[in-house]
DNA sequence: ATACTGACTAGAA
DNA sequence: CTTCTAGCCAGTA
C-alpha cells in the first residue's frame, strides 16, 4: 500500500523525472508503462494528479504527438504552459513546440 | 452494477 | 494531402 498502485502514480513518476528543457508525448510515457495504448489516460490522469501528493508536476513538459500543447488547459492559466515552456528554453510557436523532435525526450531512456 | 467522458495514437478512406 | 474511425483504460455520475 505505500508503494504505487495506480496508474496514475506511475505516470507522474515517470513525469517528474523529465529533464528541464526536454518535452515528450503522452504516448511514450504511456508505453514506458507497458500500455502504448493508453496514451488517453497519461493526460488524463495527469490533469488529475497535477498537484497530486502535494507536489507540482511539470505535466507543461507534456505534449502531444504533433507537439501541439493540448494540455494547456488544464492550468491555471492556458498561457502559463507555454511561459513555462519558453521559461525553460522550450519556443513555442502558435501552440506548438519548436523542434518538438529535437526536444523530444524519451522515458524509456532512463 | 453500467454509461459516458477524456491533455491520445495509429490506421484507413 | 486531409479527415474520420476505432481502440484504449481509469475515473466520475
Redesign the pocket.
Known sequence: MTQNK???DNVVAIVKQIPKGRVT???AIAAALG?P?????V??????G?FKGGEFIP?HR?V???GYL??K??FPGEQMMQELLENEGVIISDNRVVEFKKLFWNPASL
Do not use: V
Open positions: 495506480s496508474f496514475c508525448s503522452y504516448g500500455m495504448r493508453s496514451a488517453r489516460m493526460g488524463y490522469i495527469l490533469n488529475n497535477l505535466a507534456i502531444n504527438r504533433n493540448t494540455g488547459h488544464a
